[in-house]
């Protein structure tokens, strides 16, 4: 009752004072059907393996923006798409809720829930159609598990000749769901398979960015604290001697020796540089790079990522080719290595247990390994909608938690070939 009173109120004041409220609104829509297999039977990037799968590029959305009193506005998107916390669902989630106001033309502020400006296509990761490749690389696109937060943003463009010149701002939080891959079963302590750390992010950074007719260019610098919704992260872990030369690394507290050492959090320090450049007719240049910076703990994601592409537009026709890379820092690919080779023999009392929790804790560092090389085309049935093919071969050297690696078994020296066909549309 109170809503509808609500609601007769702002359109009565509508109708009477036109000049002084206005209401105006746009429904737009996005939606993908995307299929992608590869030739191993371990899954890749969550879903994709030799039994192919719709629900890694699966996604459809609806979004509403509304105008209110001339220079305010709002925005809410919904999304359905796979679950961050489950493997074999799909969930409704609201990517963006938020109210904005823009004093001048150039000048805009944003509060509620928005997009973290991590990417080039941070805004339109989730629309296939705005963009050529079948899938951005991961290699790139996983820095963090969430791209939203709730708090606030601004932005500022500054038109310099042909040029244009924006400072955005952000500050704010989210709680992510980040997920784990478990290879081996430990009796009374671990059961295999995806495990799901609910993670509270909190922070801020600044985005610059510069626009001319030929080049779009970008740096990004996020500071922020991400810590355990409930618990703490492990720091590193200790290594119990048994005997001269025999020893094995404490991963879990239910081990003897003197502690995990654990962190109430991370502080990550993020720099992100891309770019997107027509180096001449129907040709265009993309990259982007990041340096993850983080303190607290040996285990969590850090190290250097991107990618570079060429594509030829070409009438309707774009194809493509991309070569991404993601590794982390030596010393954390080192212990990675250390805690996943280490064995006891077998008549240290408990050495089953011991060796299978060596495992165990090699999956909670999470270190990545791997490159990527993909060719692939669009094809632009309409203005709104396209078609893509992509054949991607991705590396794993020594690590990458992005592979779901079987008991018993090693993440290292694996080749994925991915196959992926998509469609996406975009409505207004």
């Given at each position: ?8 109120v ?7 004072t ?30 994709i ?15 509403i ?10 925005t ?21 809720a938020?109210?904005?106001w823009?004093?001048?033309d ?12 991590y ?9 296939g159609?705005?963009y050529?490749?079948?899938r951005?690389?991961i ?11 709730i ?11 042909d ?5 955005d701002?952000?500050y704010?939080?989210?709680t992510?769901?980040?997920?784990v891959?478990?290879r ?11 495990q ?21 260019l970008?740096l ?12 703490a992260l ?10 001269p030369?025999?020893g ?5 507290n ?14 990550n ?8 450049v ?7 240049a993309?990259?982007?790079f990041?340096?993850d ?11 250097n ?23 982390s ?7 990675y ?40 085309a669009?094809?632009?049935l ?32 694996k ?8 469609y ?5």
């Amino acid at each position: 009752m109170r809503l509808s009173r609500a609601f007769l109120v702002v359109s009565a004041l509508c109708g009477a004072t036109p000049s002084l409220a206005q209401f105006d609104y746009a429904l737009s829509g996005f939606g993908t059907v995307g299929y992608a297999t590869s030739n191993r039977s371990e899954t890749y990037d969550r879903y994709i393996n030799d039994r192919g799968t719709f629900m890694r590029d699966s996604v459809v959305g609806m979004q509403i923006d509304a105008k209110v009193f001339r220079d305010f506005g709002a925005t809410v998107q919904v999304k359905g798409a796979p679950a961050t916390n489950k493997d074999s669902r799909y969930e409704l989630s609201v990517p963006w809720a938020f109210v904005s106001w823009r004093p001048r033309d150039d000048t805009l502020f944003r509060i509620g829930k928005q997009r973290i400006p991590y990417y080039l296509y941070s805004e339109s990761f989730d629309v296939g159609a705005s963009y050529d490749f079948a899938r951005l690389p991961i290699e790139m696109y996983s820095l963090a598990p969430s791209n939203d937060f709730i708090g606030a943003s601004f932005g500022h463009t500054w038109h310099v000749r042909d040029t244009e010149w924006s400072l955005d701002g952000y500050y704010g939080r989210n709680t992510n769901d980040f997920r784990v891959w478990a290879r081996d079963p430990i009796p009374d302590v671990q059961t295999p398979g995806a495990q799901i750390l609910r993670l509270i992010f909190k922070g801020g950074g600044l985005v610059l960015t510069y626009k001319d007719q030929d080049r779009l260019l970008r740096l990004g610098v996020l500071r922020a604290s991400v810590r355990p919704a409930n618990g703490a992260l492990p720091a590193s872990f200790p290594f119990v001697s048994v005997a001269p030369g025999v020893g094995y690394y404490q991963v879990s507290n239910a081990l003897p020796g003197p502690g995990v050492e654990t962190s109430p959090g991370v502080m990550n320090t993020l720099i992100t540089v891309g770019a997107n450049v027509t180096l001449s007719r129907g040709v265009t240049a993309i990259g982007e790079f990041a340096r993850d910076i983080a303190s607290g703990t040996q285990l969590s994601p850090r190290g250097n990522r991107g990618y570079a592409a060429l594509l030829w537009h070409v009438d309707r026709w774009t194809p493509y080719a991309y070569y991404a890379f993601l590794k982390s820092p030596r010393e954390q690919r080192d212990l990675y290595a250390a805690v996943d080779d280490n064995t006891v023999p077998s008549f240290i009392p408990g050495a089953a247990v011991i060796n299978a929790s060596q495992r165990a804790g090699a999956d909670q560092n999470i270190a990545f390994d791997q490159s990527s090389w993909a060719a692939g085309a669009s094809y632009s049935l309409t203005a709104t909608s396209k078609f893509k093919g992509e054949f991607l071969r991705t590396r794993v050297r020594s690590v990458s938690q992005l592979l779901d690696v079987v008991p018993g078994d090693t993440p290292r020296n694996k080749t994925i070939n991915t196959w992926s066909l998509s469609y996406s549309i975009v409505f207004q």
